[in-house]
């Protein structure tokens, strides 16, 4: 009956008389995807004011209705079809007048449609033909049919696009590779210049794709999922848009899905990020889209009714630069019964361990070019080493005073004035003296560092057993000040170098300052351990350390060598030295409590919080403030006859100290916990790790609680999350960006930012009310409930804290903190990440940065979801 009404409809319409008009025209192509796999292309020139009909129709059979274009195959086992035909070309949805203004969907221009196939016998072709109607405004031609024939050959190494031929009523052309008359652009995309040919090629095998594509997956509730395509373009390349027009012109990015009953797309693919242009394109003479900068990213909603079957299908697109274009597609498949990114993938089958793999692509992908253009990534380091050169410089300082070093210096200035043979030369062999003490010690930094590696030294700064060791270390050099017994290199080192300094010359001052090196180690052994466990959190650490300490201690015998009249302004060697070694004790065992806080926290004793920590603080300053003032003795000491003026400012100095540390024990109404003290930043455990004020996560919301166990209380009693897919997780539900805050409990610049600029008031309600706070402890040595393999980085991951220092490691190739990171909740990160850096205002405009950008990016996704409604998309 249908095709009845179809022949009368052509006598209607089609002139009895003229012309035999044909405004379809057909090609087709083949090309290999892989294995045994092809797909066959049909492609359909339609002339201006013609238009072709859709395959896939919502009218129903018994309708007066235009025919759909229908590709149909000559049966035969040497070929099984894959999935179903896909289309793509300028397609529109609209009334159409002679068929009574029913709804169809036809193209106009052009069309392609794409049937994948599987070879099973390469010997025989695969036969059919393609029947499609063309109507004007006024007409419809009869349905007519178009012969194919493809005869594939079995691919080889590189298997190069293989054209099929008309059989009839189509184009008597040969296809040819493709070579087109093109114009190459100019930065404008709307100027254009003459080029000579632009040539789209096939890769060879092995060649790296300009578009690098990456897949992720982000579970939204029980069965919706959100599927991420990312493409990362190489400098100089172009990608087009799905929105980009064929007609003429570049391949569009299209994504195929294979069709399955255990899920169900929802909404159409939509894309984002990277840097986009649109315009007539100099290629191709038409209009298009297209990404000029990635990464982009396309993201399309799945409901999924079975989620142990994977998702698979293939994304087609164009990448073209400045001479060529080149056609291509990827496979790819979703597992989401294997998780997403973080989640384990399976067994090493080399341990036998559960592989995890941590990197999130999205994270990845707009680390490297965030969605925002605000924060400073690394902004600390170049400060951090001029604050460790001055800490070895005044520990350097230190070390003048002591009694091994002080009467060293116009003893050995003397020498080198009175037995050079005039002025000049005394002043080049002190120098030389000088110069040689920073060799020497700058010698022992460069060791530690080759000796231990950047990562093993950063690991001291929070590994437990590292620090119990200074703990016990630093107690044993502060007795050691008191004058209960020296610590010194033995005997025979100093005899020998000595011997080597009696020599003379240039290798004889050498040795008279390596033999100052090892008789002042009593005295400044202690010191140097010092400097280098405190500086030993980056590769360069103990080098600028020691260049700062041998500086200091070179620099008196440089200028006293040149002005030897200041000799006489020394105060004369006596009892006060000791005074100084008593007190650097004193500051080595309240530093002692400092190693053993890191350890007790990243270990979970609670055998040292606050409290006992500052109270320990207050004891050793007021004992030290009793020992100046005279009423403490020890071994080495003499009775206190007269305070002179600079101990008596000493002694008051260290009271006012000593008053200052018992105000860390004021409420802080704003944090509901102790005052934590500026100069304790870093030193003392946080103010939140207490025993006697009320436990603040009885504050905490129990139904977040009992849904996320990682909801916590964290820095300044702030509400975090210690758990990366709780927290982001939780900021899917109430719609708020997530600030990623790697830290650790023996970071000493991430108490300072705690402390000095999160208690800000501006600070402190944008992350109270604005983000969600996500706390990564990378030191927190609490045991896995077992040990995985980061797939990445092939290392065991043993406890919680090697589990986030790994995450922050793949996905933003730093493991150094702080590390502040503003993300959204589908994992994008919005700004530049930040280091340390002092300055509240710096920090407020960094997160209002952060926020804006997520506003921004909010109010574009609302307008998309408009846009689809308006297009009547799910």
Same mark, same amino acid.
């Given at each position: 009956?249908?095709?009845?009404?179809?022949?009368?409809?052509?006598?209607?319409?089609?002139?009895?008389?003229?012309?035999?008009?044909?405004?379809?025209?057909?090609?087709?192509?083949?090309?290999?995807?892989?294995?045994?796999?092809?797909?066959?292309?049909?492609?359909?020139?339609?002339?201006?004011?013609?238009?072709?009909?859709?395959?896939?129709?919502?009218?129903?059979?018994?309708?007066?209705?235009?025919?759909?274009?229908?590709?149909?195959?000559?049966?035969?086992?040497?070929?099984?079809?894959?999935?179903?035909?896909?289309?793509?070309?300028?397609?529109?949805?609209?009334?159409?007048?002679?068929?009574?203004?029913?709804?169809?969907?036809?193209?106009?221009?052009?069309?392609?449609?794409?049937?994948?196939?599987?070879?099973?016998?390469?010997?025989?072709?695969?036969?059919?033909?393609?029947?499609?109607?063309?109507?004007?405004?006024?007409?419809?031609?009869?349905?007519?049919?178009?012969?194919?024939?493809?005869?594939?050959?079995?691919?080889?190494?590189?298997?190069?696009?293989?054209?099929?031929?008309?059989?009839?009523?189509?184009?008597?052309?040969?296809?040819?590779?493709?070579?087109?008359?093109?114009?190459?652009?100019?930065?404008?995309?709307?100027?254009?210049?003459?080029?000579?040919?632009?040539?789209?090629?096939?890769?060879?095998?092995?060649?790296?794709?300009?578009?690098?594509?990456?897949?992720?997956?982000?579970?939204?509730?029980?069965?919706?999922?959100?599927?991420?395509?990312?493409?990362?373009?190489?400098?100089?390349?172009?990608?087009?848009?799905?929105?980009?027009?064929?007609?003429?012109?570049?391949?569009?990015?299209?994504?195929?899905?294979?069709?399955?009953?255990?899920?169900?797309?929802?909404?159409?693919?939509?894309?984002?990020?990277?840097?986009?242009?649109?315009?007539?394109?100099?290629?191709?003479?038409?209009?298009?889209?297209?990404?000029?900068?990635?990464?982009?990213?396309?993201?399309?909603?799945?409901?999924?009714?079975?989620?142990?079957?994977?998702?698979?299908?293939?994304?087609?697109?164009?990448?073209?630069?400045?001479?060529?274009?080149?056609?291509?597609?990827?496979?790819?498949?979703?597992?989401?019964?294997?998780?997403?990114?973080?989640?384990?993938?399976?067994?090493?089958?080399?341990?036998?361990?559960?592989?995890?793999?941590?990197?999130?692509?999205?994270?990845?992908?707009?680390?490297?070019?965030?969605?925002?253009?605000?924060?400073?990534?690394?902004?600390?380091?170049?400060?951090?080493?001029?604050?460790?050169?001055?800490?070895?410089?005044?520990?350097?300082?230190?070390?003048?005073?002591?009694?091994?070093?002080?009467?060293?210096?116009?003893?050995?200035?003397?020498?080198?004035?009175?037995?050079?043979?005039?002025?000049?030369?005394?002043?080049?062999?002190?120098?030389?003296?000088?110069?040689?003490?920073?060799?020497?010690?700058?010698?022992?930094?460069?060791?530690?560092?080759?000796?231990?590696?950047?990562?093993?030294?950063?690991?001291?700064?929070?590994?437990?057993?590292?620090?119990?060791?200074?703990?016990?270390?630093?107690?044993?050099?502060?007795?050691?000040?008191?004058?209960?017994?020296?610590?010194?290199?033995?005997?025979?080192?100093?005899?020998?170098?000595?011997?080597?300094?009696?020599?003379?010359?240039?290798?004889?001052?050498?040795?008279?300052?390596?033999?100052?090196?090892?008789?002042?180690?009593?005295?400044?052994?202690?010191?140097?351990?010092?400097?280098?466990?405190?500086?030993?959190?980056?590769?360069?650490?103990?080098?600028?350390?020691?260049?700062?300490?041998?500086?200091?201690?070179?620099?008196?015998?440089?200028?006293?060598?040149?002005?030897?009249?200041?000799?006489?302004?020394?105060?004369?060697?006596?009892?006060?030295?000791?005074?100084?070694?008593?007190?650097?004790?004193?500051?080595?065992?309240?530093?002692?409590?400092?190693?053993?806080?890191?350890?007790?926290?990243?270990?979970?004793?609670?055998?040292?919080?606050?409290?006992?920590?500052?109270?320990?603080?207050?004891?050793?300053?007021?004992?030290?403030?009793?020992?100046?003032?005279?009423?403490?003795?020890?071994?080495?000491?003499?009775?206190?006859?007269?305070?002179?003026?600079?101990?008596?400012?000493?002694?008051?100095?260290?009271?006012?100290?000593?008053?200052?540390?018992?105000?860390?024990?004021?409420?802080?109404?704003?944090?509901?916990?102790?005052?934590?003290?500026?100069?304790?930043?870093? $030193? +003392?455990? !946080?103010?939140? &790790?207490?025993?006697?004020?009320? *436990?603040?996560? =009885?504050? #905490?919301?129990? /139904?977040?609680?009992?849904?996320?166990?990682?909801?916590?209380?964290?820095?300044?009693?702030?509400?975090?999350?210690?758990?990366?897919?709780?927290?982001?997780?939780?900021?899917?539900?109430?719609?708020?960006?997530?600030?990623?805050?790697?830290?650790?409990?023996?970071?000493?610049?991430?108490?300072?930012?705690?402390?000095?600029?999160?208690?800000?008031?501006?600070?402190?309600?944008?992350?109270?009310?604005?983000?969600?706070?996500?706390?990564?402890?990378?030191?927190?040595?609490?045991?896995?409930?077992?040990?995985?393999?980061?797939?990445?980085?092939?290392?065991?991951?043993?406890?919680?804290?090697?589990?986030?220092?790994?995450?922050?490691?793949?996905?933003?190739?730093?493991?150094?903190?702080?590390?502040?990171?503003?993300?959204?909740?589908?994992?994008?990160? $919005? +700004?530049? !990440?930040?280091? &340390?850096?002092?300055?509240?205002? *710096?920090?407020? =405009?960094? #997160?209002?940065? /952060?926020?804006?950008?997520?506003?921004?990016?909010?109010?574009?996704?609302?307008?998309?979801?408009?846009?689809?409604?308006?297009?009547?998309?799910?």
């Amino acid at each position: 009956m249908r095709y009845l009404l179809l022949f009368l409809t052509a006598f209607v319409f089609v002139p009895l008389f003229g012309q035999m008009e044909d405004p379809v025209r057909w090609s087709f192509e083949s090309r290999h995807i892989a294995g045994d796999e092809f797909e066959l292309i049909f492609k359909a020139k339609i002339e201006d004011g013609w238009k072709t009909y859709s395959p896939f129709q919502e009218y129903g059979e018994d309708v007066l209705a235009p025919v759909p274009t229908g590709i149909y195959f000559d049966e035969g086992g040497h070929f099984t079809t894959i999935g179903k035909l896909t289309e793509s070309g300028n397609r529109k949805v609209a009334k159409e007048p002679l068929f009574d203004n029913i709804n169809v969907a036809y193209f106009t221009k052009n069309a392609t449609f794409i049937q994948r196939v599987k070879i099973n016998d390469y010997g025989q072709p695969i036969t059919g033909y393609v029947e499609s109607m063309a109507c004007d405004e006024e007409k419809c031609l009869p349905p007519s049919g178009v012969d194919f024939s493809f005869q594939l050959k079995a691919p080889r190494a590189t298997a190069p696009a293989q054209s099929a031929q008309p059989l009839a009523a189509g184009d008597p052309e040969i296809a040819e590779a493709v070579k087109e008359e093109i114009k190459k652009p100019e930065e404008d995309i709307t100027k254009v210049q003459q080029l000579g040919k632009l040539e789209v090629v096939n890769l060879p095998a092995g060649l790296k794709m300009p578009i690098e594509w990456t897949f992720d997956s982000k579970k939204l509730s029980d069965n919706e999922y959100e599927l991420l395509f990312i493409a990362t373009l190489e400098e100089g390349w172009t990608l087009y848009s799905q929105h980009t027009s064929p007609d003429d012109g570049p391949i569009p990015t299209e994504f195929h899905f294979e069709e399955g009953a255990h899920y169900q797309l929802s909404g159409a693919t939509r894309e984002e990020g990277g840097k986009k242009k649109s315009g007539i394109d100099p290629f191709f003479g038409v209009e298009v889209v297209k990404f000029i900068e990635g990464p982009a990213t396309f993201t399309q909603k799945v409901k999924v009714e079975d989620s142990s079957q994977p998702i698979a299908g293939y994304v087609t697109f164009m990448a073209c630069d400045d001479s060529e274009c080149i056609p291509s597609d990827v496979d790819f498949a979703f597992n989401l019964a294997a998780g997403t990114a973080g989640q384990v993938a399976g067994v090493d089958p080399a341990s036998g361990l559960k592989a995890i793999d941590q990197t999130v692509p999205s994270i990845r992908a707009t680390y490297v070019e965030p969605l925002g253009s605000c924060g400073e990534e690394d902004v600390a380091r170049d400060s951090s080493l001029l604050w460790t050169f001055i800490l070895g410089f005044a520990g350097g300082l230190l070390a003048l005073l002591t009694p091994c070093v002080f009467p060293m210096i116009p003893l050995t200035v003397s020498f080198f004035t009175k037995s050079s043979k005039d002025r000049a030369s005394g002043l080049r062999n002190a120098l030389l003296y000088g110069l040689s003490i920073i060799v020497i010690y700058v010698s022992i930094g460069l060791l530690i560092t080759g000796v231990f590696g950047a990562t093993a030294l950063n690991a001291l700064s929070t590994n437990w057993i590292a620090n119990t060791l200074f703990f016990i270390i630093f107690i044993l050099f502060a007795f050691s000040f008191f004058g209960y017994y020296e610590i010194t290199l033995p005997s025979s080192w100093a005899n020998k170098s000595d011997a080597m300094a009696d020599r003379g010359g240039l290798l004889g001052i050498f040795f008279m300052a390596f033999t100052l090196a090892i008789v002042s180690f009593s005295c400044t052994g202690p010191i140097i351990g010092s400097a280098l466990v405190q500086s030993a959190t980056s590769k360069m650490g103990p080098f600028i350390v020691m260049l700062g300490f041998s500086s200091a201690l070179a620099l008196p015998f440089a200028l006293f060598a040149a002005f030897p009249g200041w000799l006489n302004s020394l105060p004369k060697s006596g009892g006060w030295m000791n005074s100084v070694k008593v007190v650097l004790g004193f500051l080595e065992l309240a530093l002692a409590l400092k190693f053993l806080s890191v350890a007790d926290m990243t270990m979970h004793w609670n055998i040292l919080p606050y409290e006992v920590f500052m109270a320990a603080w207050v004891l050793i300053f007021g004992a030290m403030t009793a020992y100046l003032f005279g009423l403490i003795r020890f071994p080495h000491d003499s009775p206190v006859q007269k305070l002179s003026v600079s101990r008596g400012s000493f002694a008051i100095l260290s009271l006012a100290l000593t008053i200052y540390l018992a105000t860390g024990f004021f409420y802080n109404e704003t944090t509901n916990s102790y005052n934590s003290l500026k100069l304790m930043s870093g $030193l +003392a455990p !946080p103010a939140t &790790y207490n025993i006697f004020l009320p *436990d603040a996560s =009885e504050g #905490l919301d129990a /139904g977040i609680k009992a849904k996320y166990p990682s909801y916590s209380k964290c820095a300044n009693n702030l509400d975090c999350f210690k758990n990366y897919e709780e927290g982001v997780a939780y900021a899917k539900e109430v719609n708020k960006p997530v600030l990623l805050d790697f830290t650790g409990y023996g970071c000493v610049n991430c108490r300072k930012t705690e402390e000095h600029i999160w208690v800000a008031e501006n600070v402190r309600d944008k992350l109270s009310n604005d983000f969600v706070l996500v706390s990564l402890y990378v030191d927190d040595r609490k045991a896995l409930e077992e040990i995985l393999l980061s797939i990445p980085r092939q290392e065991k991951l043993r406890n919680v804290g090697n589990k986030w220092a790994d995450f922050q490691i793949v996905n933003f190739e730093q493991n150094s903190q702080p590390l502040y990171v503003m993300m959204s909740p589908d994992e994008r990160v $919005l +700004a530049a !990440p930040r280091g &340390y850096k002092e300055g509240v205002e *710096d920090y407020a =405009e960094f #997160l209002e940065c /952060g926020l804006d950008t997520y506003e921004q990016l909010t109010e574009d996704n609302k307008k998309k979801d408009k846009e689809d409604k308006r297009l009547g998309v799910n």
